[in-house]
C-alpha cells in the first residue's frame, strides 16, 4: 500500500513503534551486581542480568523449558539460573546446563536456547536493541543529551505514563498548550517560530512571551529576570526547539546569543503488551552558571518545577488515552501543521498492523 493510504486509514495510537532502534528499558541503577530485573518493551519480555564481573546482558525472559520468567532467577557467574528447574543460560542465550541430567545426556540435551538482544549501557540508562539483531551496529546510538558534558548538570526522569507512546511526542512538540501550565509558568504564551521535517524527523521552534508579570522562580534563576512591556513585542530571550528524530525527542533552548544553555533527551518506550502505557527515560541537562554553586541552590527548586510540569502533562495525556478507550479510537481533529507532520512521521516509521 502507498504510504499516504496507510496514513488515512490508520489509527496512530495503533501503531507499534519500530523495534530496530536502541531503546533505554532500566536505569543502570536499577540492577545491582548479580541480579536480574524484568522489562517489557511492548509486547516482548525481557530479563537483564548484571553478573557480578562483566557487562549487562538481556534474554527473552521465558525459560526455554516452561517460559517461567528467567528475571525471576539467580545470577551465577555469567548465567542466570531460572527458579523453576534451575536450567542456566548464558548471554549468548544458550541453555548451558540441565542440572539433573547426567553429564552424557546433559551435553545431547542442551540444545535448548532463549533469544538474546544486543545491550549496551550509556548515561545511566540500560539499552537493548529489540529488533532485528543484525541492524544493531548499524543504526546509530542516541545521543544522549549532555550527560558527558562537565559544562551542563543532568537530572534524570522516568515517569511511567498510561498512555501510547505517541501521546507523549505530541505533547511536548504542540507547545500551545502552555495554557494548562499556567499555575506554574504564569501567563505565556508560545509563539510559533517555524518547523522543518524530514525522511525521519520533524522540528519546531518556539519563544515564549510573557503576557502576566509573574515570572517562576525556578526561570528567573536560570534565565535571568524578564522583562514584561505591554507595549512592545517582547524581543526573543531564547529560542526552544524541540525535535523528534525518531523515535525519540529532544528540545533544546538556546539564548539569545545562541548558546546552549538546557537540553532534554527523552525516549517513551513501550512497556507493556497493551500499548497502552510506556516509560520515559529522560535526561535533562543545564548549563552550568558562572557562579559554581548556583546550580546546586537552583537544583531542587528545578526538580520541584519540573515535576509539577509534568505531573500536569501526564495527568492530561492519560486523560487522552481515557477518551480513545471509551470512543474506540482516534478522533483528532488535529490544526496544528508541525504536529500533523510529527504524527505523519510516527505513522511512516512505526509498525502498522
Ligand atoms: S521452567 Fe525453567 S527450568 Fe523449568
Ligand atoms: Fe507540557
Redo the contacts with the bound molecule.
Keep these: 500500500m502507498h504510504r499516504l493510504d496507510i496514513k488515512q486509514k490508520t489509527d496512530i495510537r495503533l501503531v507499534d513503534i519500530s523495534p530496530d532502534f536502541w531503546y533505554p528499558i532500566a536505569w543502570s541503577k536499577e540492577l545491582r551486581r548479580g541480579k536480574t530485573i524484568g522489562r517489557y518493551f511492548g509486547r516482548q519480555s525481557i530479563a537483564l542480568i548484571r553478573p557480578k564481573r562483566g557487562p549487562v546482558f538481556a534474554l527473552e525472559n521465558r525459560?526455554a523449558?516452561?517460559?517461567?520468567p528467567l528475571s525471576k532467577g539467580t545470577v551465577e557467574g555469567d548465567s542466570v539460573k531460572?527458579c523453576?528447574?534451575?536450567?542456566a543460560y548464558g548471554r549468548t542465550g544458550k541453555c548451558l546446563d540441565i542440572p539433573y541430567l547426567g553429564k552424557d545426556e546433559n551435553r545431547e540435551k542442551i540444545i535448548n536456547r532463549v533469544r538474546s538482544y544486543p545491550c549496551r549501557e550509556a548515561g545511566g540508562m540500560i539499552f537493548v536493541f529489540p529488533g532485528d539483531p543484525e541492524k544493531a551496529d548499524k543504526v546509530p546510538f542516541p545521543q544522549l543529551a549532555q550527560v558527558n558534558n562537565p559544562a551542563f548538570k543532568t537530572r534524570q526522569f522516568n515517569p511511567s505514563v498510561k498512555c501510547h507512546y505517541t501521546f507523549m511526542h505530541e505533547n511536548l512538540m504542540d507547545m500551545n498548550h502552555q495554557f494548562l501550565h499556567r499555575r506554574q509558568m504564569g501567563q505565556i504564551r508560545a509563539r510559533y517560530l517555524g518547523g522543518e521535517t524530514g525522511e525521519d524527523f520533524v522540528e519546531a521552534r518556539y519563544s515564549f512571551a510573557r503576557t502576566g508579570t509573574q515570572q517562576p522562580l525556578a526561570e528567573r534563576l536560570i534565565f535571568g529576570k524578564h522583562t514584561y512591556d505591554p507595549n512592545k513585542i517582547q524581543p526573543v530571550e531564547e529560542v526552544v526547539t524541540i525535535r523528534t528524530t525518531y523515535p525519540y525527542q529532544r528540545l533544546f533552548i538556546h539564548d539569545k546569543d545562541g548558546d546552549l544553555v538546557m537540553e532534554l533527551f527523552a525516549a517513551y518506550v513501550p512497556n507493556s503488551p497493551s500499548g497502552k502505557s510506556c516509560q520515559t527515560f529522560g535526561l535533562l541537562s543545564v548549563l552550568r552558571p558562572q557562579t559554581p554553586l548556583l546550580i546546586d541552590i537552583i537544583w531542587p527548586v528545578l526538580g520541584i518545577f519540573t515535576n509539577r510540569i509534568f505531573q500536569e502533562d501526564k495527568e492530561v495525556v492519560e486523560m487522552e488515552q481515557r477518551a480513545w478507550n471509551e470512543l474506540g479510537g482516534d478522533r483528532n481533529r488535529e490544526v496544528f501543521p508541525i504536529v500533523n507532520k510529527l504524527r505523519d512521521l510516527l505513522i511512516n516509521n512505526g509498525i502498522t498492523h
Design positions: 525459560c523449558h516452561r517460559q517461567v531460572c523453576y528447574h534451575g536450567w
